[in-house]
């Protein structure tokens, strides 16, 4: 019959051929990003060590006084690249590589890149 295609399947066969060639160092550690419907979350990762170095999403107490109705929409996206953008700069850390998780380049996750490089970020 007719085999209609897992769209959350095809988002990890994407991200784990990404994963492949993306890893984050010490000195440039990967910014990954997640996101559901309701909600969108960073973290930046140094992946030689296994760590996480800074978490930021739409349900941080500090994301989530500005945010207007769902953490699910580009205004929040945009507002939580800042806020990971504003951590990463206190930490020292400038450069970054961009993970998108599988995800298309596109809408939220578009945003929150954008969001992160008009704040400091260089990826």
């Known amino acids: 019959m007719f085999n209609r295609p897992n769209r959350r ?21 990967r910014l990954s ?3 559901s419907i309701h909600h969108i979350y960073v973290q930046i990762i140094d992946d030689v060590q296994g760590k996480t170095i800074l978490s ?6 500090e ?5 207007k ?6 205004e929040s ?8 953008a504003q951590r990463a700069q206190a ?8 993970d998108r998780g599988g ?6 996750v578009a945003a929150l890149a954008d969001a992160a490089r008009e704040n400091g970020l260089e990826f």
């Open 9 to 29: 399947e095809a988002r990890i066969r994407r991200h784990v051929r990404l994963r492949k060639e993306l890893s984050g160092t010490t000195e440039r550690p």
């Open 33 to 35: 990003v997640f996101k």
């Open 56 to 61: 930021a999403s739409t349900l941080d107490p």
């Open 63 to 67: 994301v989530k006084k500005e945010i």
């Open 69 to 74: 109705g769902s953490g699910g929409n580009i």
């Open 77 to 84: 996206a945009k507002i939580v690249g800042k806020v990971i």
């Open 91 to 98: 930490k020292g850390i400038k450069q970054v590589v961009f």
């Open 103 to 108: 995800h298309i380049y596109h809408g939220r």
